[in-house]
């Protein structure tokens, strides 16, 4: 099992740029979470799918970010425009839901910084 | 999410147990008790969860008071290698209790 993939692992844009990161759960897992990781505010939750629909998207900081989940083994993450304060690392996590025994599998994140 | 309380930070030897513990006093009957850790640069990595049994792992062992509102979290031999944030959660079972919420962690640093 490949585990959680993402890409790219690190990017770096101009303010003002499209930024889109990329998930692949692991296989059979039909949750899905997009976090974000900074120094000041640590890891926060961005958005929740279970099987590919948005179930709780309350963590998205504003109308800059969407994510979409087209099928079950790819998600997007998508920043529009960017700015420098979106400088983090997101990770992307999977999970059976449903399973209260499932601990999430995280990936190893995308470094990103906006210039 | 019932909130956990855990030393910013933590030292131990290589070699010796490390004991990590945390506070969940407002704890509900439904909540488990979730170990994760992050090594620098990396995705947080599961470790061990449990109820109201001690669990153990390849990787570790949980200890949870009777009363639940703490546990324990037992590397029985760190190493250099488990220098890590480590991180307790509370959470529900099912339904909309799918939120990891994450709070600031332990940091253990095993030394030579």
């Known amino acids: 099992d490949a585990g959680v993939i993402q890409s790219p692992r690190h990017e770096v844009t101009e303010m003002g740029q499209e930024v889109t990161l990329r998930c692949k759960p692991i296989?059979?897992?039909?949750?899905l979470f997009w976090y974000r990781q900074t120094m000041m505010r640590g890891l926060e939750l961005l958005i929740y799918?279970?099987?590919?629909?948005?179930?709780?998207d309350s963590g998205m900081p504003e109308d800059r970010f969407s994510a979409k989940m087209p099928n079950a083994s790819f998600s997007t993450l998508k920043i529009q425009p960017s700015e420098p304060r979106d400088s983090a690392v997101y990770f992307c996590?999977?999970?059976?839901?449903?399973?209260?025994?499932?601990?999430?599998?995280f990936g190893s994140g995308t470094r990103l910084t906006v210039v | 999410d019932a909130k956990t309380t855990q030393p910013p930070s933590m030292d131990c030897a290589e070699g010796r147990a490390a004991n990590l513990p945390c506070n969940h006093s407002?704890?509900?009957?439904?909540?488990?008790v979730y170990w994760y850790r992050q090594i620098h640069s990396q995705g947080p990595q599961y470790i061990i969860h449990?109820?109201?049994n001690n669990e153990t792992n390849e990787m570790a062992s949980l200890i949870i008071t009777e009363d639940r509102k703490s546990s324990t979290l037992i590397l029985p031999h760190a190493t250099l290698r488990d220098t890590a944030v480590y991180y307790c959660?509370?959470?529900?079972?099912?339904?909309?209790?799918?939120?990891?919420?994450f709070g600031k962690g332990t940091l253990l640093t095993v030394n030579p």
């Open positions: 996590a999977s999970s059976l839901s449903g399973a209260a025994n499932y601990g999430y599998t």
């Open positions: 449990g109820l109201k």
């Open positions: 407002t704890i509900s009957g439904n909540e488990y």
């Open positions: 959660i509370v959470r529900g079972s099912g339904g909309s209790n799918y939120k990891l919420t």
């Open positions: 799918f279970n099987n590919n629909v948005p179930i709780d």
């Open positions: 296989s059979g897992h039909n949750s």
